[in-house]
């Protein structure tokens, strides 16, 4: 059986997972990972990985059919550039980097190699996440005109480190709810303008910990997200108006809810929809996998993580201005 070789760039806490993951498949090998920080050189020794330090040269010596890149978003460009110019197909991980223009620059760059360019925007992957898409693609409740996200916590880990910093995070929006705005758009197609409203309550990183944005939708559909860092009291919510019903479900646990107008909601345990759909990670893998094996379609591409940054771009500079501001 043909083997993907893969290369990691960047192998910290998530791109080390990843890593795993793609170890347990047969059709797919990791056989280099590089870090700058030497320390990391145990989690290639966990995969029986060859090490760098530089990822150019692991490029330059390594015989890899595709790159997984874990680095801190603010530095995706420079290594999807090499990785594209070296002829090798590239699994990102989200948010696919800070501005627009280095998107673009990066969608450029793979589709003139002829590699291939994911963006691991999980999230619409996770159980109860995907079973709401499912309810809604079965036209059961009619099309979605609305929806509105809660994700508020008090998250310390972007207290220290490269998370601090905005030229390397990007934001909470970009480190963090690009996943929310991604998942939003799967429900609501492509968006039109975001108004957005947000501050630094605890001073603790360069840029927000609180923010409020309505999005509108090329469709007519209506997205509302509340995202914090510095709630001391966390919440996770979910709830999608359609035609003809409507979701609700808790994110990463509790329960999804659905009914149709004037009907007995239906309820799915977090349980079940984990048992139907499995680990997302390993779905996401598996779809660049046979994306690049087989020319399967993928569930996700470079210009989905263009999007979800395109709306936090639009968020920022709504903020500046004061006013709605352009999807660019």
Known sequence: MEKLRFGVI??????????????????????????TNPERKSAADELNASFYTDYEQMLQKEDLDAVVIGTPCGLHLEPTLAAAQAGKHIFLEKPMEISVERCDRMIRSAEEAGVKLMVGQVLRLFPLFQKSLDIIAS????????????????ATVFHSGWRVKRELAGGMLLETNVHELDYMRTVLGEPKQVYARMFNLLGKMEYEDVAYLVIDFENGGIGDLEASLSAA???????IICEGGAIAHGGFGGNLRWARLGEKETVVPVEEAQQQYGDPYVRELRSFVDWVLHDKPPIFTGWDGRQAVAMCEAAYLSQERGVPVAVP
Do not use: C, N
């Not at 170890?23 to 797919?28: G, N, V, W």
């Not at 009291?233 to 709830?239: A, K, T």
């Open 10 to 35: 960047g192998i910290g806490g998530m791109a080390a997972a990843l890593a795993q993951r793609l170890q347990q498949f047969d059709d797919a090998v990791v056989v280099a990972a590089s870090d």
């Open 139 to 154: 036209g059961e409740i009619g099309k979605p005109k609305a929806i509105a996200v809660t994700r508020a916590g008090y």
């Open 233 to 239: 009291v966390g919440e996770y919510r979910v709830h």
